[in-house]
């Protein structure tokens, strides 16, 4: 019997088709998240994503203006995510309060 990383086995697995989606929206997740760490420099709390499915991404803000303030920085946010990930399309942004 032949012995493998295991490292190697789960990356492999992770990238099966069953897996491969929910590891691309926790990536997008985390990229927004990151992109409003570093431009915003807001608490967590504050601006989050919460939601990526099927191209429509979702981020809670607590404030309408929060809201609307990175809404007219959407542009600079795809840029952002099609830099980092270019295989995930981003076909709306929704912003809850």
């Not at 929910?22 to 985390?30: F, G, M, P, R």
């Not at 959407?74 to 840029?79: N, Y």
Request: with cysteine.
């Amino acid at each position: 019997m032949a012995f493998s990383p295991i490292q190697k086995l789960l990356d492999n697995w992770f990238k099966t088709k069953k897996f491969e989606g929910s590891l691309q929206k926790k990536q997008v997740i985390d990229l927004v998240d990151k992109y409003i760490q570093e431009h915003k420099n807001w608490p967590s709390d504050i601006a989050r994503a919460s939601f990526f499915d099927k191209g429509n991404l979702t981020i809670k803000c607590q404030q309408s203006a929060v809201a609307s303030e990175l809404h007219m920085e959407e542009l600079s946010l795809r840029k952002y995510i099609q830099e980092s990930l270019p295989e995930v399309k981003i076909k709306k942004i929704f912003y809850n309060l």
